[in-house]
């Protein structure tokens, strides 16, 4: 029954953290650091009702990360400096953070990223591998942020658990064994439906598919049909932070 603890866990999650960017739409300031989020999902509409968000509204709400210990701070801390720098930050806070509770919640062992860039978003999903002894294979085509993403991996002291791969990643995710808990995507937008198509018989049942910019004018259409038409997938999407994010489970 342990998954259905975990899958129950991760729609209170997703709704929470719509709700929170509701309730920010609605005129609640963003969190430090963090940009304002954008209206609703793909084409407008809002997870929680009608055209731009939630129904009813409420009294708005935010919430910083408090670390559990030294290490959890450690590894905070090394974000704060990327988010403070500007420039290596390849997701908003609270998407990363998303990432975080989504690995965590599910157990995940064995997380996969396409698009390393610094390593921000890595680094996030790091801390929800690490109580469980999970691992980060992550995938980055420039050399530049490559090895930027290995000097933040060691800062935040993640580096023993991740894999960083140079190269193409539409030719080397074909290099993946399974069983993959969760993937997370997040570089060519035309490209999103091929990995997919690669990376989703590598996925347990029960694990998840999550995808970076799915908001109207970024979202690749094909990739919107694809997990919204696949009758393995149950596919929702969240405004956790700006970016817009589509969260999509393979079934059992």
Not at 37 to 47: A, F
Request: hydrophobic fraction near 40%; charged fraction near 25%.
């Amino acid at each position: 029954m342990k998954w259905i603890r975990n899958t129950a866990f991760v729609y209170l999650a997703l709704g929470a953290f719509t709700a929170m960017a509701a309730a920010q739409d609605a005129g609640a300031p963003p969190a430090r650091g963090d940009r304002p989020p954008m209206r609703g999902g793909p084409g407008g509409r809002g997870m929680m009702g009608g055209p731009g968000g939630a129904r009813g509204g409420g009294p708005g709400f935010s919430a910083n990360p408090v670390p559990k210990d030294d290490a959890e701070k450690k590894v905070l801390n090394v974000l704060d400096e990327i988010q403070r720098q500007g420039r290596g930050m390849s997701v908003p806070r609270d998407d990363g953070r998303l990432l975080r509770l989504l690995a965590e919640s599910t157990g995940a062992k064995h997380a996969v990223e396409i698009g390393t860039f610094h390593g921000y978003s890595g680094i996030w999903t790091c801390l929800g591998l690490r109580a469980g002894g999970g691992k980060l294979t992550t995938f980055e085509i420039d050399p530049r942020n490559a090895e930027i993403s290995r000097q933040n991996f060691k800062r935040a002291g993640v580096d023993s658990m991740v894999t960083l791969i140079e190269g193409d990643a539409h030719v080397e995710v074909a290099k993946l064994k399974g069983p993959i808990d969760m993937v997370f995507i997040d570089a060519d937008k035309e490209g999103y439906t091929d990995y997919l198509n690669k990376l989703l018989p590598l996925v347990r049942p029960g694990g998840l598919v999550v995808a970076h910019n799915i908001s109207a004018g970024m979202a690749d259409p094909k990739y919107i049909e694809a997990i919204n038409t696949n009758p393995a997938l149950e596919s929702v999407f969240v405004s956790a932070g700006s970016g817009g994010i589509s969260v999509s489970m393979k079934k059992r």
